[in-house]
Every structure is written in structure tokens, then in C-alpha cells.
């Protein structure tokens, strides 16, 4: 028994000593040895992103830099922008903590390794640049008006919550354009496969906080990861029977008959370009597909219909802003039934703010992780190999000392002007910073620009964004407080 009791205190000593080395960042507070901060992640999601923002604001005060250590194990916090890019580039593979949904995203460009990530990356860009979002615009205008009309049932209803309407919308966006699915198969989508992939990110949040079953001896034994399991494989046979029922449309029909004729409506999805490339280049397997494909919708509806959420939650609140907005529509657009157009998107600039101050203040993505795998030097620190560095994006954008004493206030017209705006080029960064940044930041700055055009045409909006809280659920997400009114426009 003594010989344990020794062993036991010079465990403590040694992790105690550990945590507090010079070579190492300040640590978060409330850090006990052995277990660090592990005991103060347990909680509900709500308390999970409050313990964030905190370590953000600690960070700050650190040179924007800390420590955030599970057991031993340190996860560095970097909040300084310049920091934020060297660790961005420099390590461009995910942490083991993104491989908890490695199972379900596999070699997508979330979840991939470098030396997958890269070629992969090359290959999809041309279906994400300018001409082929500008083809989408027909059909983000369908959906923007069928989400007008489904919203049309909530008038002078009183407060409801507007985010089963944008999940809907957004995924029947993505359905329709970069899969080109038909109805049938973008309601199943809609429906099933979402309901899924929400439970499986909770799945995911659940691991996160469990530290314990970062061990695979632990969550082998459990019952999340047998209930992840049958999630996937129920999603697997949705896109698995969509990908096969879309290879063979494709060879049923002309190839010329894919345009990127803008005035017709016609495109060519995401979808068909992955399939065209395996059949035509061995681009891609089947697997490959599908993995991407998950990604993408992962990817696009949860941070597209959030955003749009907290974006009429801010112009409920601001009636100024959101009548603002409706004057510029109205000169830019002049017809009020008139769809939005590439050269009319460019126009409303105050709408493009809006947008941007509402990513500023509510990213989606409040963080990203990096795998440090050999020595990383900062302006203070040189991070070491074998750890994990998480790039605090949100804090970024709430950091007063770029963004002047009003930083926690919503004010587009700070995008109007380049003396109000950071000098730092990497002071915004809502889809991520360096190399490995969102390839879909101009498809969802597309659908919410078109959405918010057709929706404040035609209803006044109200809201307090006072009363939103929020959690960390993958995506930052408002779960109280964030619904809103809505009156039709005179």
C-alpha cells in the first residue's frame, strides 16, 4: 500500500509538474493533476460551449495561446490570427478527435488525411467555383420561394422556431443542385438522412465530452457506439441507392446534354461530375462518392440553416438593419417577384454584410482542430509533435483588440467601409483559415443571400437575440430563445 501511495504522489508531482513547464502555454484554469480539465467538459452542450468561450477569452489574455489538457494530453487553444494561419498550413492533417466520425465521413474532405485530402480537393474544386454556383441560382430561387410559401402558414401565428423550415430548405437546395436528385429522392433525404445525421452528430458531441470513451477499450463496451453503427449503415443504404440510381440516368442520357447554360436553369451537380470523373479518369471508388457526398451534406445544411436562423434572430432584432435591407432589395431588384440574379447578387451589398456580421458573430464552425506532427513555432511557443491544436475561429472574430470596443454589437455598415474593418487579413475567417478552408464558402453565402432576398420582400420580421442561447452541437446552434414572428409586408 505505501508503494502505491508513492507512486500515486509522484504521479500527481510529475502531471502537476508537467502542465507547468516554461516551454508550455498557460494552462486553462481550473486544470487538477492527472485529469486536467476533463472534469469540466461533462455537462450538457449549452455548458460545453460556455466552457469554450471562456477558454477563447483566457487565450486572449495569454498572447493567444493556451492549453487545454485532458488528462496529460494537451490540446493546444490559439486564438492569434498570425498563429492561427502557421498552424493551419503547416498541419494540414485532423486530430484524433476527428476520427470519431471518421466511420460515417471516411476520406471526405472533413475527415480525409492529407495525402488524400489534396488530390480529392483538386479534383472537386472546379464543381464549387464561380460559373457553376452562378448555374445553381435558378434553382436556389425555386427553393427560396417553396420556403417562402411554407413560412406563409406561420403569419400572425406568433413565435415558432424557424429552423425545421431552413433544414428543410437548405437540404432540398443541396438535393436539387449538387446532387441533382429528384423529389422523391430529396425527400428522402430531407427526412430520413436527416434526422440521422442529427442524432449521429449528437453521438459524436457525446464522445467529445465523455473523455473516457476517447479510449476504444471503453466505447467498445458501449451502447453509442453500437447505436452509431446502425446509424450508419442506415445511411449508407440511402446514398448508396442514390448514387446507383444517378450512374444509371447518366448513361441513359447524352453527355452534351450537361450544359452550364445559366439562362436555362441547366447545370451539372456535384454528383455527376464525382461519377463522370470514376468512370471516365478512376477518379473516385463508389465509396469515395458516397463518403464525399455525406460530407457535403453534412456540411451544408447544418451551418446553412443555422446561419439563417441566427441571421433573422439579428434583423428581428434590428428593424433599422432589416428595413435597410429591404430598400436596397427593392432598388436593386425593382420587380418584387423578380428571382435573384448573379449580376442583381452582386448588388446587394448590404445584404452580403448582413450575411458576413451574422458569421462573425455566430460561426457555424466555432472551431477547427489540427494534428501537430512535428514542431510548430509560434510567436511564443513552439508547439510539440504528437499534441492538438484547436484554431479558436469564433474568438477571432470576437477579439476587441481587432475589432474595436463594439465587437459584441451586430453592425453590417462595419462591412461598408475598410477603416472599420481589421487590418489583419485572417481577422475573419468564418469557413476556416489557410490551405485547408470550406470548399462550399460560396455556395452558402449563395443560398443565404437568396434566401434572406426572397424572405424580407415579403415578411416583416421580429425576434430577440438577447434571449438565444446557444450549444455546441458540431455546429453552433441555438436551442432557446431563437424564435421569431412573422407579418406580411404592405
Not at 464552425?365 to 494534428?371: E, Q
Request: charged share 20%.
Amino acid at each position: 500500500m505505501f508503494a502505491v501511495l508513492v507512486c500515486f504522489v509522484f504521479l500527481v508531482i510529475w502531471s502537476w509538474m508537467r502542465m507547468r513547464r516554461k516551454s508550455m502555454p498557460p494552462v486553462l484554469p481550473g486544470a487538477l493533476p492527472l485529469i486536467g480539465n476533463s472534469h469540466q467538459l461533462i455537462g450538457d452542450r449549452i455548458h460545453l460551449w460556455k466552457f469554450v468561450q471562456e477558454g477563447g477569452k483566457f487565450c486572449q489574455q495569454q498572447d493567444g495561446v493556451a492549453a487545454l489538457m485532458i488528462g496529460n494530453y494537451p490540446f493546444y487553444l490559439v486564438t492569434d490570427p498570425d498563429d492561427c494561419l502557421v498552424v493551419s498550413n503547416a498541419s494540414l492533417n485532423k486530430p484524433y478527435v476527428y476520427k470519431f466520425g471518421e466511420k460515417f465521413l471516411g476520406n471526405g474532405l472533413i475527415t480525409s488525411d492529407e495525402t488524400i485530402w489534396k488530390p480529392h480537393r483538386k479534383l472537386l474544386n472546379p464543381t464549387f467555383n464561380q460559373q457553376i454556383m452562378n448555374t445553381f441560382l435558378h434553382e436556389m430561387n425555386v427553393q427560396a420561394r417553396a420556403l417562402v410559401t411554407k413560412l406563409s402558414a406561420q403569419v400572425d401565428k406568433g413565435p415558432f422556431d424557424p429552423r425545421p423550415y431552413f433544414v428543410d430548405f437548405t437540404l432540398s437546395t443541396v438535393s436539387r443542385t449538387s446532387l441533382g436528385l429528384n423529389a422523391e429522392d430529396q425527400t428522402i433525404i430531407s427526412n430520413e438522412y436527416a434526422n440521422m445525421i442529427e442524432e449521429i452528430f449528437g453521438i459524436y458531441c457525446k464522445i467529445f465530452q465523455k473523455v473516457w470513451l476517447h479510449l476504444s477499450c471503453f466505447y467498445n463496451l458501449s451502447t453509442i457506439k453500437r447505436r452509431e453503427e446502425q446509424l450508419i449503415k442506415s445511411l449508407r443504404k440511402i446514398l448508396d441507392n442514390v448514387i446507383h440510381k444517378r450512374r444509371v440516368e447518366l448513361k441513359q442520357i447524352k453527355h452534351s446534354d450537361e450544359t452550364y447554360d445559366s439562362s436555362s436553369g441547366k447545370f451539372t451537380p456535384a454528383l455527376d461530375h464525382m461519377l463522370n470523373m470514376a468512370d471516365e479518369q478512376n477518379a473516385f471508388t463508389d465509396q469515395e462518392i458516397r463518403e464525399h457526398i455525406d460530407s457535403l451534406i453534412a456540411a451544408a445544411y447544418d451551418t446553412s440553416s443555422t446561419t439563417l436562423t441566427y441571421a433573422l434572430n439579428l434583423l428581428g432584432s434590428n428593424p433599422h438593419v432589416q428595413d435597410r435591407v429591404l430598400k436596397e432589395i427593392e432598388e436593386v431588384l425593382q420587380d418584387k417577384n423578380a428571382d435573384i440574379t448573379k449580376d442583381k447578387l452582386q448588388n446587394l451589398v448590404y445584404l452580403d454584410a448582413v450575411v458576413k456580421e451574422t458569421l462573425r458573430l455566430y460561426s457555424a464552425i466555432p472551431f477547427i482542430g489540427r494534428k501537430v506532427e512535428f514542431p510548430v513555432k509560434l510567436k511564443k511557443y513552439t508547439l510539440e509533435p504528437g499534441t492538438t491544436c484547436m484554431l479558436l475561429l469564433q474568438s477571432i472574430h470576437l477579439d476587441p483588440k481587432l475589432w474595436g470596443p463594439d465587437v459584441n454589437e451586430f453592425k453590417p455598415e462595419r462591412w461598408l467601409n475598410p477603416d472599420t474593418l481589421p487590418k489583419h487579413p485572417n481577422a475573419y475567417v468564418p469557413f476556416g483559415v489557410g490551405r485547408r478552408y470550406c470548399i462550399g464558402r460560396l455556395y452558402t453565402t449563395y443560398v443565404m443571400k437568396t434566401a434572406l432576398a426572397h424572405m424580407l420582400r415579403r415578411f416583416v420580421i421580429s425576434g430577440d437575440i438577447t434571449k438565444v442561447v446557444t450549444q455546441y452541437d458540431i455546429v453552433l446552434k441555438p436551442v432557446i430563445g431563437h424564435h421569431i414572428s412573422l407579418k406580411l409586408r404592405t
